[in-house]
């Protein structure tokens, strides 16, 4: 069974652009979480779809935004891009019909901003 | 609001010796969930265990177990027998709720680096 892949991996982009991350769960996941990891801020919680639903939301401003399609698959859109987006942005999957502890994590997303 | 605190940057463990990983966790919600994961240098996360904060017996996955001391509110991880492989970020975190359900909102720890040495 085929791993939760994320595309692209790296990226660059410049402040004031948007980017659109994809992540395809593990076949037969229903639920995507999205974090953001930093040296700063460390690892942080952005939100989690489940049946193309937004279940659950971190403590970002809106310029974060994501959605679920019918497949699971997500997207993770950030609109006017700051400095402090440089981040690995990572997708987790989970099998049960709940959120459950035991996600399956994607390799990551390298976003730059210039 | 929750918090969670590793005290420990860095560790060094020699190669078939356990070690101890501590986490120490701040929550006023009653129902909670502990959890660690390792993060190798490839980035990718990986889900270690987890113990629901009114599970009775302290929880084990093949060589890693959860030290719960729920009074002192740690959660410290212990790896037996440690491996080259082991070398990694590992990650303590806690949600409210229990292990399934819509309530998942995690807060994770600055991370402890392990290194192993043969």
């Known amino acids: 069974k085929a791993g939760v892949t994320q595309t692209p991996r790296y990226l660059i982009k410049t402040r004031g652009q948007q980017v659109t991350l994809s992540c395809s769960p593990i076949?037969?996941?229903?639920?995507v979480s999205w974090y953001q990891q930093t040296p700063g801020q460390g690892l942080q919680f952005l939100f989690e779809?489940?049946?193309?639903?937004?279940?659950n939301k971190g403590n970002f401003p809106g310029r974060f935004s994501g959605r679920q399609f019918s497949n699971s698959r997500s997207e993770m859109n950030v609109s006017t891009l700051e400095l402090g987006d440089s981040a690995l942005y990572l997708c987790?999957?989970?099998?049960?019909?709940?959120?459950?502890?035991?996600?399956?994590f994607g390799p990551g997303t390298r976003l730059t901003v210039t | 609001a929750q918090k969670i605190t590793q005290t420990q940057p860095g560790m060094f463990v020699q190669e078939k010796e356990a070690v101890t990983l501590d986490c120490t966790y701040d929550?006023?919600?009653?129902?909670?969930?502990l959890f660690w994961y390792k993060q190798p240098s490839s980035g990718e996360m990986i889900f270690l265990i987890y113990?629901?904060?009114?599970?009775?017996q302290n929880a084990t996955e093949g060589r890693y177990s959860l030290n719960f001391q729920k009074a002192r509110k740690s959660a410290n991880l212990v790896i037996s027998a440690s491996q080259l492989g082991d070398s990694a970020m590992y990650f303590c975190?806690?949600?409210?709720?229990?292990?399934?359900?819509?309530?998942?909102?995690?807060?994770f720890g600055r991370g402890t680096s392990l290194i192993v040495h043969p």
């Open positions: 987790a999957s989970s099998s049960e019909t709940g959120i459950s502890y035991e996600q399956y």
């Open positions: 076949s037969g996941h229903r639920s």
């Open positions: 779809y489940f049946s193309e639903t937004q279940r």
């Open positions: 929550t006023s919600d009653p129902s909670y969930g």
């Open positions: 113990q629901g904060s009114y599970d009775q």
């Open positions: 975190a806690m949600s409210p709720g229990g292990r399934t359900g819509g309530s998942y909102i995690p807060t």
